[in-house]
């Protein structure tokens, strides 16, 4: 079944208030590690191969597997990877056979195939080596946080609109999982109404003895409303359908590890859109070693005429699966599994955004105000010891 059969089916069933079957996705079964979590859906190529090459430089955090999956996934090349590590390409190769080995960043530059370059390097030089992916004539795909300054932030913007280049940024607890993307869909077609509140909440796991020294630097890694609080901040532009918004109250605290001064393990912010749509996010790195998976995510959207509930990666007690929503309004009470059944649309999209100049995928503005929000947010955040 495409995802346009999918959503006609979806549809009935919420008008009928029966339940959809659940169908195994390719990545049903969640790992535990969420630095590495590269979920794989099906081939949907929008480009034959040689069409459309990209490269992937920086490889410092595992998001990198999940944004090279899904573009590949959307019918990219995969030319070129770069990292200064060695052992780093090394790694990449073993999973990507089919990328060569830059010996620098100035020869993936310099590759006039090379429409788009993917990146996730430590968090504070994104922003920066963005600049000289766009200053070179290329498209910039970026993991999150794309910033952990403001400067960088409006550097950013400054290059993009002279270079006309994208600067894009991988929200992936939207964009790379089924139900979120399922709740866009719902949420567009006014299957609640009006959406009036947004509540996220995103625990992580720490894993403290694998992550790098750079992920306890505050300056290199933000911060954790900067950092995972970007994934919520996009969320509830995207639910509202709003341009801008306020943070109205932050907190961040390290309540368990004193070991790491820098580190934040948790966070909340309070936002209010534009058209007076609330939120309040959470985020933190207390996912508890039993759970199946890297973190238990859910979002909970209120609408003026119904709900919809995530249950993203797992279904505590009840399914090992993620992509559970839970729909209630005026017809009744519906659970849909939507594994296997939506896909990752935002990656074909995102590439023809990149061959026609268009904004399907995502609007520029869009990204950089989730990114926005997220510093502002960050900076504002009250802290105690």
């Given amino acids: 079944m495409n995802r346009r059969d999918f959503l006609s089916a979806a549809a009935a069933t919420l008008a009928a208030g029966a339940v959809l079957p659940r169908t195994l996705s390719a990545d049903t079964f969640q790992k535990t590690d969420g630095m590495n979590y590269a979920p794989r859906g099906k081939p949907n190529p929008v480009v034959g191969p040689g069409e459309f090459s990209i490269a992937a430089v920086r490889l410092d955090h595992g998001h990198i597997q999940g944004m090279c999956n899904g573009l590949l996934e959307a019918g990219a090349t995969l030319k070129w990877v770069y990292d200064p ?23 993936v530059l310099a590759d006039p195939d090379v429409r788009l370059v993917a990146c996730a390097a430590v968090t504070s030089e994104r922003g920066p080596i963005g ?26 913007r400054a290059v993009a609109a002279r270079t006309g280049r994208k600067y894009m940024v991988y929200f992936s607890e939207r964009l790379h999982n089924e139900s979120a993307m399922f709740a866009t869909d719902l949420v567009q077609q006014g299957a609640v109404g009006r959406v009036i509140h947004v509540l996220c909440i995103a625990p ?75 939120s309040y996010v959470r985020v933190d790195w207390f996912t508890p070693d039993g759970l199946s998976t890297w973190g238990d995510g859910r979002t909970f959207i209120l609408g003026t005429e119904g709900t919809i509930e995530l249950r993203k990666y797992v ?71």
Wanted: charged fraction near 25%.
């Fill in 85 to 107: 590590d060695p052992r780093k390409t090394a790694d990449f190769t073993a999973k990507f056979p089919q990328a060569r080995v830059a010996r620098s960043m100035d020869e």
């Fill in 315 to 385: 279904d505590v007690g009840r399914d090992p699966a993620g992509d559970q929503v839970y729909v209630v309004d005026a017809k009744g009470m519906r659970h849909l599994s939507v594994a296997g059944k939506v896909g990752y649309r935002f990656f074909g999209e995102f590439i023809l955004d990149c061959i026609n100049r268009t904004e399907k995928a995502m609007t520029q503005a869009h990204a950089f105000k989730a990114a926005e929000l997220s510093l502002r947010a960050q900076s504002l955040a009250e802290r105690a010891t």
């Fill in 204 to 278: 992580h796991r720490l894993a403290k003895a694998t992550r790098p020294a750079w992920f306890f630097e505050r300056e290199k890694y933000g911060g954790i409303l900067c950092d995972i609080g970007s994934h919520q901040f996009e969320q509830f532009l995207t639910y509202t359908g709003s341009a801008d918004a306020t943070v109205t109250h932050a907190a961040v605290r390290n309540f368990a590890n004193p070991d790491k001064p820098e580190l934040e393990d948790f966070g909340e912010a309070c936002l209010q859109c534009s058209s007076g749509a609330l």
């Fill in 131 to 156: 600049c000289r992916v766009m200053e070179a004539g290329k498209d910039y795909f970026s993991d999150k946080a794309p910033f952990t300054t403001m400067g960088q932030l409006d550097q950013a």
